[in-house]
């Protein structure tokens, strides 16, 4: 069932468990996380970039496919809107009914991003919309995700408390679209970051984290874990295979069902090294 992105995290949050947010930017990705979150029994929040966005040309015929696919499931599934710029977007988003949207104002200056993210979330909440935002502690090309970024817990609390966000994305190590899984998070961070911040933590650019440590962050005090790179390698890996296989097939069912499935079983496994149940 379609269920407000604030009921999903702040419960995990209340009970030290972590949360799945995958991106979606093909149906079968919205299909696939579903029946994913299904089979683990534990709820999903289904993510839809700017990006993807810009891809397709426009959210709304993407972003309704997620939210029904999301009303037809048998576990809860949220629909967020994933590091957006363009406040016009953003309102889109809570036009179409999407529970969240992330505010990405992380390359501006601290008052620049303050003053926009406060804006965003003055909009949102009148509209009952949870907002997730992001605070980085060095700029430049890579933004807060590059691997040497750092989120201070001082200002992170301060931040908070200036925006009124619901969620923070902080930078612990992690960096986005990494294809190896080795990236060396700072689990003493979380915990301070986890200690000092009263809202729920999100860690972007979390396929280039090994399975132990996904476990080890949300113990540190992670809650909502952003996943996209590790689907497309299993997407990907699947449609080569069976293309490899099948040279004859020409039916875009055949070879992007194998790519569903194939998700589907990443993600059921993936909910489960996150405690998502
Ligand atoms: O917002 C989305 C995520 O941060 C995904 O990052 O592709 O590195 O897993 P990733
Ligand atoms: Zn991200």
Redesign the pocket.
Known sequence: MLTPTAEIVDAAARAGRGVG?F?VIQLEHAEALVAGAEAAGAPVVL?I?ENAVRYHGSLAPLGSAALAVARASATAVAVHL??ATDVSLVHEAVRLGFGSV?YDASTMSYADNVASTSDVVAHCHAHGVYVEAELGAVGGKDGV?APGARTDPDEARGYVEATGVDAL?VAVG?????LTRDAAIDLELIARLHAAVPVPL???????VPDADLTRAVAAGMTKI???????KTFTAAVRAYLASNPEVVDTRKYLGAGRAAVAAEVARLLGVLGAR
């Open positions: 947010a991106n993510q970039s994933d590091h992330m995700h994305a992690t960096s986005h679209a990494m999100v860690l972007h650019g979390s396929s280039g952003n996943i996209a790179t590790q689907l497309n």
